[in-house]
């Protein structure tokens, strides 16, 4: 189970250095951070871009941080853990760092960008 959540944590953090190394230039339906916000203007779609991914590696980073104290700590495998907790504690680790993602990006573009006009 810690591995499954170390592996999510480096997942973000991998994805987020990549999108911010190779993000999307034009606004399009298949790379990036998409959203309606973010799609609205070519200057909110970049600035989402650059944006969402320092917060997925961050958020990433914090799961890595989280997560790698306990896997070097742990030379037994946890099972004392019920059932249930190994589905649920990586499915936590993996919806909470995206939903953190979204909610800040989408506050970010609603405090930096004016959603009455659209703007290209």
């Known amino acids: 189970m810690v591995l499954i959540i170390l592996l999510i944590g480096l997942i973000f953090t991998i994805m987020g250095y990549i999108f911010g190394k190779f993000p999307p ?3 399009n339906p298949i790379y990036g951070y998409r959203s309606r916000r973010s799609m609205r203007s070519q200057a909110a779609w970049d600035a989402a871009q650059v944006y969402s991914s320092r917060q997925m590696r961050n958020a990433g980073m914090v799961v890595l941080a989280l997560c790698i104290p306990v896997w070097l700590t742990s030379d037994v495998e946890l099972t ?3 059932e249930v907790w190994v ?5 936590l680790f993996s919806i909470v760092p995206a939903a953190v993602v979204i909610v800040n990006t989408e506050n970010y573009l609603k405090k930096h960008f004016d959603d009455t006009k659209k703007n290209n």
């Open 25 to 27: 230039k034009k606004i």
């Open 80 to 82: 004392y853990v019920p």
């Open 87 to 91: 589905i649920v504690l990586p499915l």
